[in-house]
């Protein structure tokens, strides 16, 4: 680890991605350490891209700028994430920063683009402390970024990333995501995840608050054990192939996740009236056609879509034709599954 110099510089863009197990609650009293296990596809077509610039030296600080433009409302949250990093990037104590960030898809669609932005920024300050590395120390990375927002740890990786202990997943940790080691299976390769927007407010509860309401949930023991088999199950399915059973797994996950809000105390919704539209006209197109479509959700009303490419002809039929109508302004973003962090040069 070297003590970066003024002028140093380094940027990175980093995908979303989408659970298939979710991580909804932490363990009591310990720091961004999942009360389950979880497992995520990341989204190489929805991403953040991040420069990080020292400043100056002397004491710590940082700049935040979002495409070009100074956004104090992130910087609470920075700074908390620069406080919790701060022991494991010591140099960081004697430098100013100056973070421009900006996002490929666009504002105000309902996607959390933390898991993107924490990534880059993660992989920017580890770039920056090891300049002569052949590559990232990418445990670091998403040891890094855990930090900054639990979920972003996992968009390191272009196989599906485990976060969370699991019996299933050799070297799985708490404290850092791992890809998926071994083969997956050919039924699982070349898959998109069509975003389809049906809100693009504010949430009513963040994440934060709603991962805080697990700790006194009447159902919570019950859930993390459900995740856990589920997280099991849903790796040996990625080895095999059994499409069907995935579908099961995914969709149950999502609607957990909605169902532990709505029984949390203060309960809450934050799916929308066109957000059970949508879910209902996929089952029914599904019993249709026999077609293999699926959705999720993260914590939002927004319904993730997830097929195989070579079926996008006719999800993105059944997109326009049918579930336009419950977006906000007709709009929907698509990205194929995968990708992991690039480093970004000037030349
Ligand atoms: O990373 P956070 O604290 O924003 O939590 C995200 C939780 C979900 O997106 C709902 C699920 C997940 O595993 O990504």
Known sequence: MVNPSVGATSQWSCPSNIALVKYWGKKIGEQQIPANPSISWSLSDLKTTTRVTIKDSGNFGFEFVLDGKAKPSFEPKLHEFFQRIMSYCPWLESVSLRIESSNNFPHGTGIASSAAGLGALACCLVDLETPMAESLDWQKVSFLARLGSGSACRSMFSKPAVWGESTAVEGSSDLYAVEMQGSIHSSFSNWEDCVLIVDAGE?????????????????????????????????????????????????????????????SIPYYLLMRPNTLAIIEAV??????????????????????????????????????????????????????IGGAPIRITNE
């Open 283 to 336: 089952w029914k197109f599904r019993a249709e056609t026999g077609l293999p479509l699926c959705f999720t959700l993260d914590a939002g009303a927004n319904v993730h879509l997830l097929y195989k490419c070579e079926k996008k002809v006719d999800v993105m039929n059944f997109v326009e034709s049918h579930l336009l109508t419950y977006c906000e302004s007709g709009r929907y973003l698509c990205s194929s």
């Open 203 to 263: 949430k009513v509860v963040s994440s934060t608050q709603g991962h805080s309401l697990l700790s006194n949930h009447p159902y919570a023991a019950a859930r993390f054990e459900v995740a856990s088999a589920n997280l099991s199950t849903l790796v040996s399915i990625l080895r095999e192939g059994n499409v069907a059973e995935f579908i099961k797994i995914v969709e149950s996950e999502a609607l957990q996740l909605h169902a532990m809000m709505q029984t």
